[in-house]
């Protein structure tokens, strides 16, 4: 193994000795000047308590491992993957170092690299199976929720999560199993192709995106969502084609991946004639904003992707700007905010969510401490890194129990299902819950708990 460099060295290889599997990523890393002003804000470093775990160090095993200096899989690959990809670093570095891409190039250049290790195989293989074969089919994701709705309503589920052997089902399948808000029928999924007029005067037509485990698990939420855009004046089309955002293959190391599914998405949202394409994910949305890089060496599609990406708003975006929605109640409760790392930093969309919740809520709206820090859920980190996930979780709990709420309100389902898992290990399901942000605005705006998108 070579020697790892030393954090405060300048030093660089010339051009032409640069690993040519990290791109532009070497000179992005290069931009860093080591200031340390990432350190506090970064979760596993808080957590972890060592460089490696740092964004400034992760720079520089990069800026190593690109001039050949380490190893790629042996001495940069685990420290990666244990970044959950938050981006919080980016908003507090003072020379704009975009962490985000140089993450994103090294963990392709580490997908492409030989595994080190066994588990490292056994997680490639792993991660093959569901981002090729699951998440890019929306039938498939559609019947997995199908049955995953059945076993819930049946209490096969339940049964399952109960008698499970000891050590068949890893701890966090086991724990998370047990987190998802409970799943709605499948006829009330908002059917492809369907278009629902806006009430009242139209004020734009937008394109909805349905998502992969939006629509799989949560399209109850989906439902409230296009209902909640229609009261703001919105007719809203679910473009038929549509697929997977793609933000899991991009940041697994697998672009490629990314930008096919990035194709048809152009595809089809251009297709439908919206004035605006929203979504309701903070993880999705950060992705779809960000698409025109996939094709950065593409210059046939390349102005279509940028167009595309100008189009993406969060739905708590198109309800501010559309508003104010007519709101028939408070919200019988106090309430918190968890901000999605991904509708904060990447998106710049803090703002929104925050003014629709002091719409319902008033002054039970309450700010938990440190709202901004990521709750580790990050895509499936915490599938593959449960441990190290649960760990930021149980302090975030720690905030949310001083906060004095009894309901989280979320942006993103990751963030939704993580943070009902920390209510579970908290203790505090009697309560407190986990509610995205659609559920508690329905309640207070429409006229029926449900908001079924049957027109």
């Not at 950065?296 to 599609?301: H, L, T």
């Amino acid at each position: 193994m070579n020697r790892q460099p030393e954090y405060g060295s300048s030093a660089t290889a010339p051009e032409s000795a640069v690993e040519p599997l990290f791109g532009e990523a070497h000179e992005s890393a290069n931009r860093c000047i080591r200031c340390g002003y990432c350190l506090p804000e970064c979760p596993t470093y808080r957590s972890m308590g060592r460089e490696a775990q740092s964004p400034r160090g992760r720079i520089n095993l990069v800026r190593a491992a690109a001039e050949g200096r380490i190893d790629i899989s042996g001495d940069m690959a685990s420290p990666l993957d244990l970044c959950l990809g938050c981006r919080a670093c980016e908003a507090a570095c003072p020379v704009g170092v975009p962490y985000g891409r140089i993450l994103e190039a090294a963990r392709t250049a580490s997908a492409s690299a030989a595994p080190a290790t066994g588990d490292q195989k056994r997680r490639r293989r792993a991660e093959r199976i569901v981002l090729r074969h699951l998440f890019p089919h929306p039938r498939r994701l559609r019947l997995a929720g199908n049955l995953l709705w059945l076993a819930q309503t049946t209490g096969m589920k339940s049964l399952a999560l109960r008698f499970s052997p000891q050590g068949i089902v890893p701890p966090a399948l086991m724990a998370l199993g047990g987190a998802p808000p409970p799943i709605d029928s499948p006829r009330r999924r908002p059917a492809p192709g369907a278009v629902y007029p806006a009430r009242g005067k139209r004020r734009a037509r937008v394109a909805f995106l349905q998502g992969c485990v939006m629509d799989a698990l949560l399209h109850r939420i989906n439902a409230l969502s296009i209902e909640l855009l229609r009261e703001a004046g919105c007719e809203v089309i679910i473009p038929r084609d549509q697929v997977c955002c793609g933000a899991l293959h991009a940041h697994q190391g697998d672009p490629s991946g990314a930008a096919a599914l990035a194709r048809r998405n152009i595809a089809a949202f251009n297709a439908a004639g919206a004035d605006f394409f929203v979504n309701n994910a903070g993880g999705c949305g950060a992705m779809l904003r960000e698409t025109a890089h996939l094709f950065e060496d593409d210059p046939r599609i390349l102005p279509q992707a940028r167009a595309f990406q100008e189009k993406w708003r969060d739905l708590a975006e198109v309800l501010v700007e559309f508003g104010p929605l007519p709101v028939r109640k408070e919200f019988p409760g106090v309430v918190t905010y968890q901000d999605s790392c991904h509708l904060r930093y990447v998106q710049k969309a803090a703002e929104a969510p925050r003014i629709l919740l002091r719409m319902i809520a008033g002054e039970r709206f309450r700010e938990m401490d440190a709202a901004c820090d990521c709750c580790a859920s990050g895509g499936i980190y915490n599938l593959l890194h449960f441990r190290e996930s649960m760990s930021i979780l149980d302090q975030k709990m720690k905030n949310v129990a001083k906060s004095g709420a009894n309901v989280v309100v979320t942006s993103n389902p990751g963030c939704h299902v993580q943070m009902a898992l920390g209510i579970n290990r908290a203790g505090m399901k009697n309560k407190t819950n986990a509610r995205h942000l659609a559920e508690v605005l329905a309640e207070c705006v429409l006229d029926r708990d449900g908001g079924s998108s049957e027109s």
